[in-house]
């Protein structure tokens, strides 16, 4: 009457080989763009590089993850369920990872070209805020909420704003 922990075994085997996998194939990309990096002149290979490196952890989790439940034996329910979070998950992860991969190459920009406006102004912070509302909206999206009122609203609200 207790639980069969031989249903277990496939789907941790397969997380657990996916996860050494994958990391082995991120050591070696990254020592082959590292390699590649120090060969170039310019910066903004390196600031790629560094932006994707830690949530390239994250990214290898949610793979091995989404392929460990496609292989169990769970309720198609939970399963689902499961899937969606990894989903909000990752696009949340790549959103946050684009938003400050846009800050870094704007404050590069800045730098490289000389222009006298402050690298942490107004111009950084707008950037970032707009590529984190439309990855909420991808979220809400994903999630099966509609978002047309929401950006018509927005564009009712900024239409406003401009003739005040």
Not at 30 to 53: E, M, P, Q, Y
Not at 108 to 137: N, R
Request: no cysteine.
């Amino acid at each position: 009457m207790g639980f069969n922990f031989t249903v277990l075994i496939i789907p941790v085997s397969t997380f657990l080989i996916l996860m050494l996998s994958l990391f082995l194939a991120r050591g070696f990309i990254f020592r082959f763009l590292h390699k590649w990096a120090v060969k170039t002149t310019g910066k903004l290979d390196d600031l790629i590089i560094d932006s994707v490196k830690i949530p390239s952890y994250y990214w290898i989790s949610a793979v091995s993850l989404y392929i460990s439940i496609g292989v169990s034996d769970l309720p198609e329910k939970l399963s689902f369920y499961l899937i969606k979070t990894l989903h909000v998950l990752i696009i949340l992860s790549l959103t946050i990872t684009v938003a400050n991969l846009s800050g870094k190459a704007l404050q590069h920009y800045i730098e490289k070209t000389d222009i006298p406006i402050p690298t942490t102004g107004l111009t950084y912070s707008i950037i970032k805020g707009v590529i984190l509302v439309v990855g909420a909206l991808v979220v809400m999206g994903s999630l099966g909420i509609s978002i047309t009122p929401l950006i018509t609203a927005l564009g009712v609200g900024g239409l406003a704003v401009a003739l005040a």
